[in-house]
Nanobody, 124 residues
Framework: QVQLVESGGGLVQAGGSLRLSCAAS????????MGWFRQAPGKERAFVAA????????YYTDSVKDRFTISRDNAKNTMYLQMNRLKPEDTAVYYC?????????????????WGQGTQVTVSS
């Protein structure tokens, strides 16, 4: 079992920045590929970014490329999502997820473990 806890969400004005954290516990963090997803009001949960278990590979959905950066610190059992130049359409609950394996995982149904989510609200 892996337990995931997100933090760092909040209210920010358009153009601002936030950094989300995902703290993991329970199993060896470096065994797991990690991802960020988000769910906007009235919409399905959607992929945002993924990072391989050693941090060497990353992947982003087109709408956040060049604005968001995913990273991880395996010594601290923590993954991050640095979000810059935020837009109102980034408003959502953000979830982190974990999947044991070697590669990047982009599909929601590929992940085995999920956090409870953290709210990000971007005002215009």
């Amino acid at each position: 079992q892996v337990q995931l806890v997100e933090s760092g969400g909040g209210l920010v004005q358009a153009g601002g920045s936030l950094r989300l954290s995902c703290a993991a516990s329970g199993r060896t963090f470096s065994w797991y590929g990690m991802g960020w997803f988000r769910q906007a009001p009235g919409k399905e949960r959607a992929f945002v970014a993924a990072i391989s278990r050693n941090g060497g590979s990353t992947y982003y959905t087109d709408s956040v490329k060049d604005r968001f950066t995913i990273s991880r610190d395996n010594a601290k059992n923590t993954m991050y999502l640095q979000m810059n130049r935020l837009k109102p359409e980034d408003t959502a609950v953000y979830y982190c997820a974990a999947k044991q394996g070697l590669r990047l995982y982009k599909g929601e149904n590929e992940y085995d473990y999920w956090g409870q989510g953290t709210q990000v609200t971007v005002s215009s």
